[in-house]
């Protein structure tokens, strides 16, 4: 009776997990930093696979971009405030460094960098028709025909 309790609950997590992951934490732009074709993208409630990761971009790609144009892309994880441009607080020592930071010129404020740590995913779609994907040391492509492959499209052996 105890492992039909366990199992019920179980279930009913996953389910509200399930629910919740498909009804509320939709994934929404909150800012656009860059030029025609080059642009970094500021998301929140991304999802969390790759595979589906790339299906909202596929889904969303045509709000930003007509479909046979070449671009570059660089999604961002952003919870709507933009950091200041001035060294990490790392307690005794002091730093000066601000490399962690991507600043962007178009926020006129003090105000205009985004960490980045948060980085999601870089997009590429190239003259040829493909769609390159990178995240996390992982790379995946899109091919015209819809196919998505995982791994580079060109690798070169040298013997």
């Not at 929140?44 to 990761?53: G, L, Q, Y």
Request: with cysteine; hydrophobic share 40%; proline share 3%.
């Amino acid at each position: 009776m105890r492992i039909k309790k366990i199992i019920f609950f179980i279930a009913a997590l996953v389910i509200v997990l399930f629910v919740y992951m498909n009804f509320f934490h939709v994934p929404k732009v909150l800012a656009i930093h860059g030029t025609d074709d080059i642009k970094e993208v500021l998301i929140k409630n991304i999802p969390f696979t790759d595979s589906e990761k790339i299906k909202w971009w596929e889904r969303n790609s045509e709000k930003f971009f007509n479909k046979s144009q070449v671009y570059s892309v660089s999604l961002w994880r952003f919870d709507g405030t933009y950091l200041k441009l001035a060294p990490k607080d790392s307690g005794l020592f002091p730093d000066h460094d601000t490399d962690y930071l991507l600043c962007f010129d178009d926020v006129k404020s003090d105000k205009s960098c985004i960490d980045k740590s948060n980085w999601i995913m870089d997009i590429t779609k190239s003259k040829d028709g493909h769609t390159y994907y990178q995240m996390g040391g992982r790379s995946y492509y899109l091919k015209p025909s819809g196919e998505l492959m995982k791994g580079e499209i060109f690798k070169t052996k040298i013997k």
